[in-house]
């Protein structure tokens, strides 16, 4: 692997998420737009003292969702239709270092996304409990767990199906996670929702920030999908 | 040591068979042009010496390595142009080609491709706004960037205009005379003519003929008669001391070239067996005779591999 061709790739790849408005809105505007409205509006009652001490750890797990899952399958599947993951393929950069490229500009996103949604949460009057230690374990965990299920999509759709589906499968998130309101809001089906990877992902962000007892089950499921996908994905992975 | 070897290759997609024992090389400061029909095995064959697919029966080698055993270490040494896409949309021409300039240890100079290639008007313009052939020009100009020991053009001038295609040409003459080994695709024969050394026809998984363009064009050595199908071939060669071929249904080919006596000696056996001469031809073909005649069927095409 040349380190050169890999730097020069991540950046490129970084710049490519930053530079485009569909990619954009999708990592910053819409949970921008979230935290600040549901912070500011008394939309949902979230049970905590502020309405920001909910929804701060709630955009920092939907950010990894937009980055690691939406932004990077929409692209990647689209580079794939185009060919570019083929013709990548036959070059020094190879397609494992090429994919490795786009999980190192994921965190780089995730890094700015995290400081500006954090300044943002700070201005709107969020206190952080020291926990934040086990809030980076939680967001490492979910890169890895939904950068799988992006690459799962990417790699084996066609990149309109990858389109639409990653953007369903981020709306049926945003739902029912703990996202926009608490998850034991969902009653019975409260158990199931919280196999999902967004689930587990704010159950134990929303406690390592806001102060808490973590539960295991979040670390477990969030654990599972993190090493489960990549693993999927790793098998079925075309890159034509 | 050949740049190229196919030796006895076959691909299978299931029950299709695209390429069903191809054998050919090519060598450092040669160009080489697979034609053929669509559908032929073309693609299937040049993508297989670039490593997307392994051989179901048969060897390749580029620069002596196994195109997908030693994929790192044959990548710097191999361009690649692939048949369509390949480029990133958003991307200009220049960044485009910085950025694959920044994966080879010693790539051309990003400013030096963008004038050779006649994208320097269009350098900062995302590719999506490019024209087919400018784009076809782009995909040309980064399988340059690492400077290729074999490069592989897959249709190199489909969609490009005539001076584009000057452009092409010169491009793939500059790179044989570096001592490069190109191998390109084309179903266009009047291409082919111009931009290869050695053509190798395929037709349906097969090759049907190569060698130098004059050598498959100008033949005068041949006669060509159609006669009803199924003559005995053997006897007539013997009286002809030359073999005869039935190249299609009722027509043939005899090797000898066409003087007087021989063709008096063709009509004189057809006379003999009470058979009907329809039609004789001798001398100077076109390619695009060659090339029908090598490739003529009645049968339907056979699908394109699946991608």
Redesign the interface.
């Known amino acids: 692997m040349s380190w050169r061709a890999l730097r020069a790739q991540t950046l490129e790849e970084i710049r490519m998420t930053l530079e485009q408005g569909e990619r954009l809105l999708v990592t910053f505007v819409i949970p921008i737009l979230g935290l600040v409205l549901f912070s500011s509006v008394p939309i949902i009652s979230t049970g905590t003292a502020h309405r920001v001490d909910f929804f701060a750890p709630s955009v920092l797990g939907l950010a990894v969702i937009s980055t690691a899952m939406v932004n990077l399958s929409i692209s990647t599947g689209f580079e794939r239709g185009w060919g570019v993951l083929k013709r990548l393929g036959a070059t020094p950069l190879g397609s494992s270092t090429l994919l490795v490229a786009k999980v190192l500009a994921v965190l780089a996103v995730e890094l700015v996304q995290v400081v500006v949604l954090g300044a943002i949460a700070a201005g709107l009057g969020w206190h952080p409990h020291a926990g934040a230690g086990l809030a980076v374990g939680a967001e490492l965990l979910g890169t890895v767990a939904f950068s799988g299920i992006g690459f799962l999509l990417a790699g084996t759709l066609r990149a309109e199906v990858t389109l639409a589906l990653a953007n369903g499968l981020y709306v049926v998130m945003l739902g029912i996670s703990g996202i926009m309101f608490p998850i034991a809001k969902l009653g019975g089906f409260a158990a199931v929702a919280r196999l999902l990877p967004s689930a587990a992902l704010t159950d134990v962000l929303h406690p390592s920030l806001g102060g808490g007892a973590v539960p295991v089950e979040g670390w477990v499921v969030l654990a599972a999908w993190a090493v489960a996908a990549p693993i999927v994905a790793a098998a079925a992975f075309r890159f034509d | 040591m050949p740049a190229i070897e196919v030796e006895a290759l076959e691909v299978s997609f299931g029950s299709v068979t695209a390429v069903d024992g191809v054998t050919f090389s090519g060598e450092a400061g040669e160009v080489l042009a697979l034609i053929g029909p669509n559908g032929a095995g073309k693609t299937t064959t040049v993508e297989t010496l670039?490593?997307?697919r392994r051989p179901t029966r048969g060897t390749v080698r580029v620069l002596g390595l196994d195109p997908v055993a030693d994929?790192?270490a044959l990548?710097?040494s191999?361009g690649?142009m692939?048949q369509?896409?390949?480029?990133?949309?958003?991307m200009s021409p220049e960044r485009a080609i910085r950025?694959?300039a920044?994966?080879?240890?010693d790539p051309r100079d990003p400013d030096e491709l963008l004038d050779l290639a006649g994208l320097r008007e269009v350098a900062k313009r995302p590719a999506k706004r490019l024209s087919g052939g400018e784009r076809q020009r782009l995909s040309l100009a980064?399988a340059l960037v690492?400077r290729p020991r074999v490069a592989f053009l897959d249709e190199p001038t489909a969609g490009v205009d005539p001076a584009g295609r000057i452009v092409v040409r010169e491009i793939v003459a500059a790179l044989r005379d570096g001592g490069a080994c190109v191998l390109l695709t084309t179903h266009e024969l009047a291409e082919a003519e111009r931009l290869a050394d050695r053509v190798v026809i395929v037709d349906r998984g097969r090759v049907v003929a190569a060698g130098r363009p004059a050598e498959l064009v100008t033949t005068g050595e041949e006669i060509r008669f159609a006669a009803p199908t199924g003559i005995d071939v053997v006897a007539l060669g013997t009286a002809l001391g030359a073999s005869v071929v039935e190249v299609g249904p009722g027509e043939y080919q005899v090797a000898v070239a066409a003087t007087p006596a021989a063709v008096a000696a063709l009509t004189a056996w057809l006379a003999a067996e009470d058979l009907p001469l329809a039609d004789l031809r001798a001398g100077r073909q076109s390619l695009e005779d060659a090339f029908l005649r090598l490739t003529s069927r009645d049968a339907h095409h056979e699908p394109e591999p699946p991608?």
């Open positions: 670039e490593g997307y994929h790192h990548v710097p191999i690649v692939l369509q896409g390949g480029t990133y949309p958003v950025l694959f920044s994966y080879y240890d980064l690492g991608r």
